[in-house]
């Protein structure tokens, strides 16, 4: 199977037409299918991607859901944590990673203040990130008193995954990163947060920093899709940062996280290979140059051996 792009998309063949072999052919992501393949019992793929370039590598290797996560606010912003990032970036992240996208579920992040404030205002960003950005489901973080929202949101036709456990978005109130659902107490709130979202509707339900056990209980009791980060391996699917597993977050990792490469390493000695060759002069050499036809050399050569003659009589004349 090959995909079509439009121009501008590369190097010199791309202006012309660009034809890329995706391999084997996919049928499009919906949240429909996400919920089939629970009841199917075949495990469903997330990553994050936050740019065309790595959306689409991240579709073409044949993840499920790309999810345009507020982690940006970190692995491409800079900051601390994901509350400092706002609608206007979140949604020129959402529509460079549409375009990278052909077969993925296009998942955007509810970025920490714009759902907090009304159930209107919810709504609204939601359809900005629908109508102006090119996502297909919008990912709320929040257990049984997001419920009114939620449903208002998917009563616009949006999808909304569900996100419990540990909510990056909390982080001040939880006083850090920290694993959730440890004691009874907070085992029954995660249940009841579960069931609240899965009667609201939600397509899909996170479960972030949990112990095993607990997510097992909750994909065994809801009817959505379950996607585990830190959460064992029973969910009906895994979701990861990009950064994370190629080793671009420039920290240690979380104990989940498992590293399939190491992106840093390969940028580093690409990037110092390239400084050492322009010092040494050994970049670009005379193959990497463009060259002047036969024809206009030997005009340009005459026109300068013309130029040189000239400026040497002129410099006798004023001797």
Avoid: W
Avoid at 293 to 302: G, I
Wanted: net charge neutral; charged share 25%; proline share 5%.
């Amino acid at each position: 199977m090959y995909r079509l792009y439009p121009p501008g998309c590369g190097g010199a063949l791309e202006d012309v037409v660009s034809l890329t072999p995706i391999g084997v052919p996919r049928q499009k992501i919906t949240v429909s299918s996400l919920r089939d393949r629970k009841f199917q019992h075949e495990p469903i793929t997330c990553l994050t991607a936050y740019d065309y370039s790595s959306a689409r590598l991240v579709d073409e290797a044949g993840i499920d859901i790309v999810l345009v996560g507020d982690s940006l606010a970190m692995t491409m912003l800079g900051h601390d944590h994901t509350l400092a990032v706002t609608m206007d970036e979140m949604l020129h992240h959402v529509k460079a990673a549409r375009r990278g996208i052909q077969n993925a579920l296009l998942m955007a992040d509810m970025p920490f203040g714009s759902y907090h404030l009304s159930a209107k205002e919810a709504r609204r960003n939601a359809t900005r990130f629908v109508k102006e950005g090119g996502a297909e489901i919008v990912k709320i973080e929040g257990g049984e008193k997001r419920v009114p929202l939620i449903r208002k949101i998917i009563d616009g036709e949006i999808p909304v995954a569900g996100h419990i456990g540990l909510t990056p978005q909390s982080v001040n109130r939880m006083g850090g990163f920290k694993v959730q659902g440890k004691s009874l107490s907070e085992i029954e709130q995660l249940m009841r947060d579960a069931m609240a979202l899965d009667q609201a509707g939600v397509s899909c339900l996170f479960l972030e920093g949990i112990p095993r056990e607990v997510a097992d209980m909750i994909t065994s009791e809801v009817s959505a899709p379950t996607i585990g980060i830190g959460a064992g391996p029973n969910c009906d699917g895994q979701v990861l940062v990009f950064h994370d597993i190629l080793n671009l977050t420039f920290g240690p990792p979380p104990k989940f996280v498992r590293r399939y490469g190491d992106a840093a390493a390969e940028i580093s000695q690409a990037v110092e290979g390239f400084r050492a060759d322009v010092i040494s002069r050994q970049y670009p050499d005379d193959k990497e140059s463009y060259h002047l036809s036969t024809d206009t050399k030997q005009a340009l050569e005459m026109l300068l051996e013309r130029k040189r003659a000239m400026r040497t009589r002129q410099i006798k004349a004023i001797d």
